[in-house]
């Protein structure tokens, strides 16, 4: 049923039934201000010849009142919707009690007191008292509370009583209605007219529309609202055919009056009409089915062309497709899920996970991923990973809620891809990923080792030939000063001579300082004797000397006792900076500072010049080797290098180095020589 209900698209709109409880609640209204204000002129206009009775005014008022607050919508505050249902439940109670007590008056003829304790009567008055109902009006005030009261009472049947109710109470009324059309005697006495204003049916008709108007879902005015051909052809005939056959008797009786024929006429006049117009009625009708017929053939076409496609692609894709209900059983499966389970439909369809699934973990895993999907009402995309009897397979799952046109979950909707060869050479790739990263590590420390090697042999040679340049053409130029000393004192003092003697003695002090000059830059002795605060100092004041430079360095207090390997890093860092600086910062100031903390030793040169260009702080450059050379030294003894510029504000090189255990070379001990003295410089 409520799938039937689900394809209407014709609705009954709100403003039906509270228009039509407004109506009944003025109408009672002005039926009772008639009686007690005694405005004959308004009663008769209002009721015609017989007047209606203040019971049945009160009666119409509080169905009206019941109807409009049965209509409160549900999405209204918790307490509004409930108190409201109540109330109308209540007024609907109070109708049916006032039409019985009513009826066993009537039918008893006793007197119960009701009709005086509404509307006292004149004392002279005798029963029955004319506030009095009708006994027809009782009689559908009880099916008028009855169906107020159960109007969203449902039978183990799907029914809903109060549309019977009031369909009742509609039949009811049109007795005395048409007994007023047709002026029917035996009607008239039948409904004793003479008690029932005129009014009175069309006010029933009324309520009995808005009753049923008010809940346009239950299954009678479902079947006038539904787009389905039933309610096409409801709407479409039923009241073209009333109307119909009511023009067609006034017309009969119209031409009797006339004198066209006699009174005798008026029957077999219309029994030709009516089934002239059933004859219409059964060729409309065979058109509209035999239309519908059609229509609904190329439907079941076009279905199931459609379903011949999803089918095709269902049956041929790769993919395993799957659609499960509530519960979680499978109610669809395309081969490619059979296949996958290893299966046939007889021992999937209808089955739930644990009858699947040799692993009952795989099984849980799997429902509780779809109930999440089916609780939370949005698709997911999962990854799952199942155990065959042919072994692990993986799979990467589309799952989405199945809903209804109400947007209700119906159940869950899957498409499977089998991912297990991809997942299977994503792990191997992955594999070789970390071997090949293994590997990197590995030559990039040999590499690193090679390089501190080269540089300790390269530091090593150096030192070599600053001792030969200090041991062997240092005394040979101190012993030839010497010795050209004692000549020049035996040559006669010419002055030509003189001359000569004075460029050879400048020439000899040339060569002697810049054979200094280059053992110095070997290796600074004052390194191996004095240590690193010294050797820096001293490379701060030659920059200075050289340069012209302001240079500031910044050192311990304390006495620094570094390795041989990062006492000459230390110092060739600092050669290689202010190198830098004196050729491309053009700076007027540098700043020299080194840091001894507990656990690393930390070098700073900073200067006030132009900056560095981006490319040449690029760690991966190839053109910048100053920086790169100080970034080999630094990574080969485990520390690192920072670089800070801004155009125009300077630069900043900062080298933290640990304090570690003094790393040996594949050179031996000859890294720990430090040169013997000699008189000769």
Known sequence: MSSYFARRSFVIPVSAPL??????????????????AGISIIKNFISGTVTMQPNAGLGLVLAGVSLALHLTPKRASH??????????????????????LTLVQDIFHVDLFIDQGFFPAPAQTHLPHPGRMSPFTALCFILTGAAL?????????????????????????????????????GLVQFASLSEIAPLTPLLFFILAIGILSARPTHPLVGLWTSDAPGGHLVRRLLPASLLLLLLLNFLTEWGERL????????????????SSVLLILFCRVATIL???????LQGEAALSERNALLRAVSDNTSDAIFVRDRGGRIIFANPAMLRMLGKDAAEVIGRISAEIYADADDAKAVDASDRYIMTHGHAEVVEETVNFPTGARTFYSTKAPWLNDQGDVLGLVGISTDITDRKRAEDALRAHETQLEQLVVARTAEVSELLGHLESTREEEKRAIARELHDDLGSALTALNMHLAILFQQIPGDPEITERVVQVKALLSSVTNATRRIQIGLRPDKLDIFGIKVAIAEQALEFEKYTGVPCAANLPDEDLTYTPQQEIALFRIVQEALNNIAKHAKATRVDVILDDNDDCIVLTVRDNGIGIIRSRSSATTTTTHGLRGIRERASYLG?????????GQGASITVTLPKAQERKSDGGDSADFRPETSNAA
């Not at 307490?79 to 019985?100: E, K, T």
């Open 19 to 36: 228009s039509a409880a407004i109506f009944l609640i003025l109408t009672g209204a002005a039926v009772l201000y008639c009686w007690y």
């Open 79 to 100: 307490s509004m919707y409930p108190i409201a249902q109540m109330v109308a439940r209540v007024l609907g109670l109070g109708l049916l009690l006032l039409g019985m």
């Open 290 to 296: 035999d239309r519908e017929y059609g229509v609904r």
């Open 639 to 647: 520390g690192h290098v920072k670089v800070a510029s801004a155009k």
């Open 259 to 274: 004198g066209f024929y006699g009174g005798d006429k008026i029957s077999p006049l219309n029994v030709l009409l009516g």
């Open 149 to 185: 009261t159960l109007i969203d009472y449902r039978t183990r049947n799907g029914d809903y009583p109060a549309e019977y109710c009031a369909i009742a109470m509609a039949g009811i009324m049109s007795i005395p209605l048409i007994g007023y059309l047709y002026r029917g005697l």
